[in-house]
């Protein structure tokens, strides 16, 4: 097993405008470090050492992007996010590429593939046929042999809201069908204004699903509450699995 360690100092420095800082202060580098364990052990099983150039999206104010570039000091590291502040301020602050994101898929433009796609928390506000798309597009910008970590919202990220009324239609839909999606209107917290934006909960047969007839991606692993401790990690490999 590769052993990963940073090998320049981590950057402390937090946006004013970093929401995540603001909803989750204690928890917030707790997540940064769970995510790159979530990465590493995608990397081992893989069997991966080459990391040469690296996408994180949507990256936010650099939550985890602060870790990618310490760890992989000579990788090209591009930070992609709908919220321009955040991609501006990661470029400035941790010298990466920045690319803005688009609500329209086939809008945006990253003009590369990469080795590591690192997406925590995308797919889990979006309904399925968004969701669908997204995964297509990440695994269409992946090197051969390039990696995919993504997160998405499982079985157990429901567990105990059954008295939450955000949660009543969600465990309704989760109890019936392996997609559930719940509208930002129905959220009793936030501002939530984003049109087909939410909150979408899957099961692992959904995801089966994702993976299963496309032979040119490798399962490398699948776990449950693995990021943070409330969120599913799947990581997936570019191979064609027909060459032998």
């Known amino acids: 097993m590769q052993e990963f360690k940073p090998k320049r100092e981590i950057s402390r420095i937090v946006s004013e405008h970093d929401k995540m800082m603001e909803a989750h202060k204690m928890s917030y580098f707790f997540v940064s470090e769970s ?9 081992n099983i893989a069997g991966k050492t080459n990391v ?10 650099g939550r985890v992007l602060r870790y990618l570039v310490s760890y992989f000091p000579e990788a090209e590291v591009t930070a992609c996010d709908l919220e321009k502040d955040a991609v501006d301020f990661c470029v400035k602050t941790f010298s990466v590429n920045g690319v803005y994101s688009n609500e329209d898929i086939s809008k945006i433009r990253l003009g590369r593939k990469y080795d590591l796609i690192w997406c925590g928390s995308l797919l889990t506000h979006f309904q399925e046929k968004t969701s669908r798309n997204f995964f297509e ?5 992946l090197e051969e042999d390039g990696l995919l970590v993504i997160s998405f ?5 429901i567990v105990g809201e059954e008295n939450n009324p955000y949660f009543k239609d969600v465990i309704e839909q989760f109890n019936t069908n392996e ?3 719940v509208s930002s209107t129905c959220y009793i917290d936030g501002d939530y204004s984003i049109p087909n934006y939410g909150g979408a909960f899957v ?5 089966t ?11 490398i692993y ?13 990581a997936i490999q570019k191979k064609n699995i027909r060459k032998r």
Do not use: T
């Not at 040469?52 to 104010?61: A, E, M, T, V």
């Open 209 to 219: 699903s994702l993976i299963q007839d496309n032979q040119d991606i490798r399962l």
């Open 222 to 234: 699948y776990s449950e509450k693995r990021w943070g401790d409330h969120h599913d990690i799947l």
């Open 35 to 43: 995510a790159m364990e979530c990465i590493f052990y995608a990397l």
């Open 203 to 207: 099961k692992m047969s959904w995801i």
């Open 179 to 181: 997609y559930a999606f």
């Open 137 to 141: 597009f990440f695994v269409d910008h």
């Open 52 to 61: 040469n150039s690296i996408l994180d999206f949507p990256s936010g104010h």
């Open 153 to 157: 919202h499982g079985r157990f990220a």
